[in-house]
């Protein structure tokens, strides 16, 4: 390890700008650690990417990733934590979900069968806000989250007129911006059978 190393890694335990050089920002924090004995302030880390939310997120097309991190890291910004709880579905899980509250044990949760959801194509994201650990199914804050995601640029279920979905982001192709949604619905059917890419 370098001298610069060092003193980089003493700088970020101290949580002061890890530059390298040691200036009086660096030894005045150094100071108050070994002379005042103050406790260390670790600069907050934002709550961005936690794993699970990352597991979600992989399975988004490369369009709508950045958008879901940005998203997460607007709403830390603002002192909401939010995890993504649901991103991609196949047509089996789906169909599986459908049968929920039908055909099998539990309450019906969706009304969308295999690839008549937003949720088949890796456009859509579900979220969950997390207060600590503690998720809140129902808060304001999913609206606080809603604006934030049509400043990104997203479409927020919050908005819909049908089956209001809070907790649902997706982003819409350009070619579907007027579309009504079960025309993108068919057209994202008919791009993922020929293969052709959902966003060209
Ligand atoms: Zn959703």
Known sequence: MTMDEMIKSVQKALGVQADGKAGPETWGAIYRQLVTREPL????V????????????????????????????KAANAGIRIRIIS??????????????GRTSAGNIVTNARGGYSNHNFGIA?????????????????????GVLGEELGLEWGGNWKTIVDQPHFQLRPVWALNLPERQ???????????????FA
Do not use: C, W
């Open 87 to 100: 991103g991609l579905r196949t047509y089996a899980e789906q169909d599986a979900l459908y049968a929920q």
């Open 184 to 198: 993108m619905l068919a057209e994202f059917r008919q791009r993922l059978s020929a293969g052709t890419a959902v």
């Open 125 to 145: 994201f579900d979220i969950g806000v997390f207060e600590g650990n503690r998720y809140l199914g129902d808060s304001p804050k999913y609206k606080a989250v």
């Open 46 to 73: 934002p709550d961005i990417a936690d794993p699970q939310s990352e597991k979600h997120i992989a399975t988004l097309l490369p369009e709508v990733k950045p958008l879901t991190r940005a998203l997460v890291e």
């Open 41 to 44: 302030t670790a600069p907050p």
